[in-house]
């Protein structure tokens, strides 16, 4: 069946991950084009179409080129998102909030640090 689009969220904003890690709004940046990886590894299974943020956190709108990906995406068997990143400023207290970073990547994967980081919609693509 090919090629899917998705669009969903990488990061969300004021809430704290598996990890105690919180990113503020803001806070990711990247410098160029992202890659958009599976399970932050390997080359590329698509591309990073649009990166945007909302009030509710970092939106992504991608296209999955690697078949056996966008088949799970596709049937909903796999619809995590995540990120990579580099800190350049963090703030330690309960948890470690993230005031700014540098965008690596971003992954599509399977249980993502941030349980609420989820691909919403999907269209063949």
């Not at 088949?71 to 619809?79: D, E, I, M, P, T």
């Not at 690596?104 to 063949?124: F, G, K, N, T």
């Amino acid at each position: 069946m090919g090629a899917v689009r998705f669009a969903g969220y990488a990061a969300i904003f004021g809430r704290a991950d598996r990890g105690g890690d919180v990113v503020l709004p803001g806070a990711l940046v990247a410098d160029g084009a992202v890659p958009l990886l599976w399970q932050h590894r390997g080359d590329p299974i698509g591309t990073v179409e649009w990166l945007g943020e909302d009030a509710r956190g970092l939106g992504v709108i991608g296209r999955i080129e690697a078949e056996a990906v966008a088949r799970l995406v596709r049937v909903g068997a796999l619809g995590g998102l995540s990120f990579g990143y580099r800190a350049t400023r963090v703030r330690q207290g309960a948890w470690r909030t993230i005031a700014a970073a540098e965008l690596i990547e971003v992954s599509v994967v399977a249980r993502p640090m941030q349980p609420l980081a989820r691909i919403h919609a999907v269209e063949d693509g």
